[in-house]
Nanobody, 122 residues
Framework: QVQLVESGGGSVQAGGSLRLSCEAS????????MGWYRQAPGKEREGVAV???????TYADSVKGRFTVSRDNVKNTLYLQMNSLKPEDTAMYYC????????????????WGQGTQVTVSS
C-alpha cells in the first residue's frame, strides 16, 4: 500500500511562507486523490485543501487566496504552498491519499502521513 511522508514544516513569523511536501511511496496504483488536513491541540481535524486525479482543487474558506495545493504525478509528491501565514494556521499538518474521493470533511479509505508541525508566531 501507499506510504506518505510529510516535510517542510517549521516555525515562521506571521506574514511569512512555508512549502509543505508529501511524498508517496510503496506499491500503489497511480490516480490518487490527495489532500492536506490540519489539527491544533484541543481542536477537531480540519480540511485545508484537496486535489483530485485531474488536478481540480478545493480549499477551506480560511485559506483561500493564501494557500495553493499542487501535485507532481511523476514524482508522486503533493505540495502545499502557504503564504501570508497567520497564528491561526498553527497546527500539525497531515497529508492524506485515497482512491476514493476526498473532500474537506470526508476522507474514506485513506492513508495518512505522520504529520509535520507548522508554528506561526505573532
Amino acid at each position: 500500500q501507499v506510504q506518505l511522508v510529510e516535510s517542510g514544516g517549521g516555525s515562521v513569523q506571521a506574514g511569512g511562507s512555508l512549502r509543505l511536501s508529501c511524498e508517496a511511496s510503496g506499491n500503489f496504483y497511480s490516480g490518487l486523490f490527495m489532500g492536506w488536513y490540519r489539527q491544533a491541540p484541543g481542536k477537531e481535524r480540519e480540511g485545508v485543501a484537496v486535489i483530485d486525479r485531474a488536478g481540480a482543487t478545493t480549499y477551506a474558506d480560511s485559506v483561500k487566496g493564501r494557500f495553493t495545493v499542487s501535485r507532481d504525478n511523476v514524482k508522486n509528491t503533493l505540495y502545499l504552498q502557504m503564504n501570508s501565514l497567520k497564528p491561526e494556521d498553527t497546527a500539525m499538518y497531515y497529508c492524506a491519499a485515497s482512491y476514493s474521493r476526498l473532500t474537506l470533511d470526508r476522507y474514506p479509505y485513506s492513508a495518512w502521513g505522520q504529520g509535520t508541525q507548522v508554528t506561526v508566531s505573532s
